[in-house]
């Protein structure tokens, strides 16, 4: 149980387009979802937190207007990466907590982003 | 905030030989201590867990051990294996989730 599937797994974008993540929470309702990224040989940095019917909590340093988040269900939350550049170029991961005390947090399977 | 610190950033071992990590963390008020492995280009992979009213979790090759006193906690893994190599990642949480800097793992055939 417990499963987080996240796509694309892999993306290559033109500068300048937007490109959107999907992660969906299969055998569990996630009250809240987690979006990460991660350079090369680094640990997982928090970009924001979003609840299903709610505003994302972005943390500082993370721009709302070019990372959009949507959690309008309680299954699915999207990652739109706005006029995309290539330092947006990354590993996103997200991750969702649901009911599930024994468990609680899922990671999926990451999306890696190249924007060239 | 909460301060995790994880170390050592890179470990290298024989096969069948032990590995140790070993993560701090400074609040106390954190409750449950999940270890992460990570292969390269994939989603971190919950391996094991730890809530803070257990001292010790064992699960075949894998254990973990929790000193809330003096706030560490360390993932053991005994007869290490070529496909244990991956990078692992203990994480803290309580109010907030928090990873540890990573820990490069290779087991040498």
């Given at each position: 149980?417990?499963?987080?599937?996240?796509?694309?797994?892999?993306?290559?974008?033109k500068s300048g387009t937007s490109v959107k993540i999907e992660c969906r929470s299969l055998d569990f309702q996630a009250t809240t979802m987690f979006w990460?990224?991660?350079?090369?040989?680094?640990?997982?940095?928090?970009?924001?937190?979003?609840?299903?019917?709610?505003?994302?909590?972005?943390?500082q340093g993370v721009e709302k207007d070019k990372f959009l988040i949507n959690h309008a269900s309680l299954t699915l939350s999207t990652l739109t990466v706005?006029?995309?550049?290539?330092?947006?170029?990354?590993?996103?991961?997200?991750?969702?907590?649901?009911?599930?005390?024994?468990?609680?947090?899922?990671?999926?399977?990451?999306?890696?982003?190249?924007?060239? | 905030?909460?301060?995790?610190?994880?170390?050592?950033?890179?470990?290298?071992?024989?096969?069948?030989?032990?590995?140790?990590?070993?993560?701090?963390?400074?609040?106390?008020?954190?409750?449950?201590?999940?270890?992460?492995?990570?292969?390269?280009?994939?989603?971190?992979?919950?391996?094991?867990?730890?809530?803070?009213?257990?001292?010790?979790?064992?699960?075949?090759?894998?254990?973990?051990?929790?000193?809330?006193?003096?706030?560490?906690?360390?993932?053991?893994?005994?007869?290490?294996?070529?496909?244990?190599?991956?990078?692992?990642?203990?994480?803290?949480?309580?109010?907030?989730?928090?990873?540890?800097?990573?820990?490069?793992?290779?087991?040498?055939?």
């Amino acid at each position: 149980g417990a499963v987080v599937s996240q796509h694309p797994s892999w993306v290559i974008c033109k500068s300048g387009t937007s490109v959107k993540i999907e992660c969906r929470s299969l055998d569990f309702q996630a009250t809240t979802m987690f979006w990460y990224r991660q350079f090369p040989k680094q640990s997982l940095m928090l970009m924001a937190t979003s609840n299903e019917g709610s505003k994302a909590t972005y943390e500082q340093g993370v721009e709302k207007d070019k990372f959009l988040i949507n959690h309008a269900s309680l299954t699915l939350s999207t990652l739109t990466v706005t006029s995309a550049h290539p330092e947006d170029s990354s590993f996103y991961i997200c991750s969702a907590r649901g009911d599930l005390q024994s468990r609680g947090y899922t990671f999926g399977s990451g999306t890696r982003l190249t924007v060239v | 905030g909460e301060n995790v610190e994880q170390h050592p950033s890179t470990l290298s071992v024989q096969e069948g030989d032990s590995a140790v990590i070993k993560c701090t963390y400074s609040d106390s008020a954190s409750n449950y201590f999940p270890w992460y492995k990570q292969e390269l280009g994939k989603g971190p992979q919950l391996i094991i867990d730890i809530r803070s009213n257990v001292g010790e979790k064992k699960d075949q090759r894998i254990a973990v051990t929790l000193n809330k006193t003096a706030k560490h906690f360390s993932l053991h893994i005994t007869e290490t294996q070529p496909e244990d190599s991956a990078v692992y990642f203990c994480a803290v949480t309580g109010n907030q989730f928090y990873f540890g800097t990573g820990t490069s793992l290779t087991v040498i055939p």
